[in-house]
């Protein structure tokens, strides 16, 4: 009987981990091909009592070509570096105690492949924050005030393709032969058998 609580209880555990993970600061998708527009989601969760009424997203270097769409609710402003690159976007508004935003911008991808960094930070009513800055292999420094920051992978968006169509071919090819052969000894048992 001891054997199976502990083992309940471990299960209890494991499951209520991903809930716990689940509530960070997001950036989807977490995978995209270099060099390639896309439509990424900043997901913002309010676990406090007070709402949340910022939310500030630095932009890791690489990205390019950025463009926050319009949010009903949401005031958005922009920090651009001397060449207009954009290098911080926020938006201000208000999430409930409890609820959650999805905050939506148009970007261009890296050209480099590799992880790209999210740091983000939330804002509250009562003027304290989160901040999502902390690598997400060191679970010892996160704390009430600061969690994980996201992570993309930039994937080679040539490569893949260029892989794939090889990959295809070599498949063609190989069907081919194996079908050659199949005729050819087909035809050799017939003729053998004359």
């Not at 989160?130 to 490569?159: F, N």
């Not at 169509?165 to 032969?177: K, M, P, R």
Request: proline share 5%.
């Amino acid at each position: 009987m001891k054997i199976i609580t502990t083992i309940a209880a471990g299960i209890i555990i494991s499951l209520s981990m991903p809930a716990v993970a689940f509530a960070h600061v997001v950036v989807t998708p977490t995978e995209v091909t270099s060099e390639s527009r896309q439509i990424f989601t900043l997901s913002v969760p309010n676990e406090k009592d007070v709402a949340v009424t910022a939310v500030t997203l630095t932009i890791p270097e690489g990205i390019d070509d950025l463009q926050p769409n319009v949010s009903a609710g949401w005031n958005i402003s922009t920090q651009a570096n001397a060449k207009g690159v954009i290098q911080s976007v926020t938006w201000k508004g208000e999430i409930p105690a409890g609820q959650r935003a999805d905050l939506v911008f148009k970007a261009m991808a890296p050209a480099k492949t590799g992880d790209i960094a999210w740091k983000a930070t939330q804002v509250y009513a009562d003027g304290s924050q989160t901040k999502w800055d902390q690598s997400p292999d060191r679970h010892d420094e996160q704390s009430v005030d600061s969690g994980p920051y996201s992570v993309t992978h930039v994937t080679a968006g040539d490569d893949t393709a260029s892989n794939k169509a090889t990959t295809d071919t070599n498949g063609s090819t190989a069907l081919l032969v194996a079908s050659g052969a199949f005729i050819l000894s087909a035809a050799g048992l017939f003729i053998r058998r004359k």
